[in-house]
């Protein structure tokens, strides 16, 4: 008989990188035209630069609170989404995504290994728990990623 932490842990990992009832952050982010990246369709909150650093950042944040004893919260919302008046480049957009991704490969690891107790509370927190934080890590990663995806549409920019 299989663990079932085995089986949870892998679900959980798989999640991270989404795609199973909707588009990856990889789809959504890959090959996206620079010229867009701070376009703003009317009634969109945010433009494609601010949701991609606002995940990786996030994601970085919550990677920091499971692992680090003094973990310091950043501030919200300034410390959290990037300035809308930012113009960045595609070096920066690969950058970022890049970045995403080493901190799903982190959490990944983290998730698989046997040590982590996925509900012990974290003793620095106020009763999280790792897999309280990986759950967050999925959700919030897939609503941006959703936002995106509109955000293509509105742009005109989606194949999918």
């Not at 957009?93 to 959490?107: L, Y």
């Not at 107790?117 to 759950?135: M, N």
Request: a negative charge; glycine letters at 6%; aromatic letters at 8%.
């Amino acid at each position: 008989m299989t663990d079932p932490s085995t089986a949870l842990r892998k679900t959980l990992a798989d999640s991270l990188d989404g795609g199973h009832a909707h588009a990856t952050l990889h789809d959504a982010t890959v090959d996206f035209p620079v010229k867009l990246l701070t376009a703003k369709p009317d009634g969109a909150p945010h433009n494609a630069w601010q949701l991609l650093e606002h995940i990786r950042i996030a994601l970085e944040d919550l990677l920091d609170f499971c692992r680090n004893p003094k973990y310091k919260p950043l501030r919200w919302p300034k410390e959290y989404w990037p300035s809308a008046d930012a113009n960045p480049g595609a070096d920066d957009w690969e950058k970022s995504r890049k970045a995403i991704a080493a901190a799903i490969s982190e959490f990944r690891t983290m998730l698989a290994d046997p040590a982590t107790d996925l509900e012990a509370k974290i003793a620095w927190g106020d009763g999280q728990t790792i897999l309280r934080e990986a759950l967050l890590a999925i959700d919030h990663t897939s609503y941006h990623t959703g936002q995106l995806v509109m955000l293509r549409k509105q742009l005109g920019q989606w194949q999918g």
